[in-house]
């Protein structure tokens, strides 16, 4: 209860010093950056770690660093030149009004109402990360996302400007419909950078979020998808692709690992 009531103190103090507007434009755009760079930072330093390769999903391949520094500057200039311009315009239009005042929505509301924004979320991009793989489309947008056949944490959002622009109708769906307050924005916000880059990690650690929550894919999921160029089109979970029959690559590559560790202990 007093760490709840930290949290109201520190929102009531915030709310009456800065305006709204700029909370949930500018606030949510910095809360943005820090939430992708920083959660990409202890993937960073294990790329730095020898010892940690024995987690490395495809421990063959490795991206130079200038390739990630090219990496990284393309997505700073999407994220200025089209994700900041996103915020701005749908928090500044009445299409998108949230409450940033007290009181602080309970803990039941924001829980459901970040599952919902996951839920259809992983819908939206399912069905467009799947049309992006159609010929002409990932001719003339989507191979740009698959430089990388072996992602690594900030390729998550390094795309064709088209490309990032679905991302974030796709991302920003969800609370268009719940129209949340400016708490549970930010906290979806985080956990979906952080789950974003973790899909594109290239680790698959024993305590991955998929090893105990089965419906969530992680990188061990979807790190085939960057392998293989097909299949596994769902960004959070498995469930569509396992109900369209779009894993199958996946499933059957999964059961031949088990079968070649299973040979290599006898």
């Not at 434009?25 to 760079?37: K, Q």
């Not at 969530?216 to 160029?229: C, E, L, Q, V």
Request: with cysteine; net charge negative.
């Amino acid at each position: 209860m007093a760490g709840l009531a930290g949290v109201e103190w520190f929102w009531g103090l915030l709310a009456d010093n800065v305006p709204e507007k700029q909370l949930t434009t500018i606030g949510t755009f910095v809360l943005h950056e820090l939430f992708y760079w920083f959660s990409y930072l202890p993937f960073y330093v294990l790329d730095t770690v020898p010892a940690a390769r024995r987690w490395k999903i495809q421990d063959d391949k490795e991206n130079e660093p200038i390739s990630q520094w090219e990496c990284a500057k393309m997505v700073l200039i999407n994220h200025f030149a089209l994700v900041l311009p996103m915020i701005l315009l749908t928090h500044l239009t009445p299409i998108f009004q949230l409450r940033a005042t007290l009181p602080l929505p309970p803990m039941s509301e924001i829980t459901w109402q970040i599952f919902f924004c996951f839920v259809a979320e992983d819908f939206l991009f399912y069905w467009g990360h799947r049309a992006l793989h159609t010929n002409f489309l990932y001719k003339h947008i989507h191979h740009v996302h698959h430089r990388y056949a072996a992602p690594f944490g900030i390729a998550a959002e390094y795309a064709h400007p088209l490309e990032v622009v679905f991302l974030g109708v796709a991302t920003i769906f969800g609370p268009m419909v719940v129209r949340p307050h400016l708490l549970t924005l930010w906290v979806y916000l985080l956990m979906r950078c952080f789950q974003t880059i973790e899909c594109h990690s290239g680790y698959d650690f024993p305590w991955s979020i998929n090893r105990w929550l089965p419906l969530y894919g992680g990188a061990d999921f979807h790190d085939h998808h960057h392998r293989t160029y097909s299949g596994n089109y769902a960004s959070t979970f498995v469930w569509l692709d396992k109900l369209y029959g779009t894993d199958q690559s996946y499933r059957e590559w999964k059961q031949n690992s088990r079968l070649r560790e299973k040979t290599k202990d006898m």
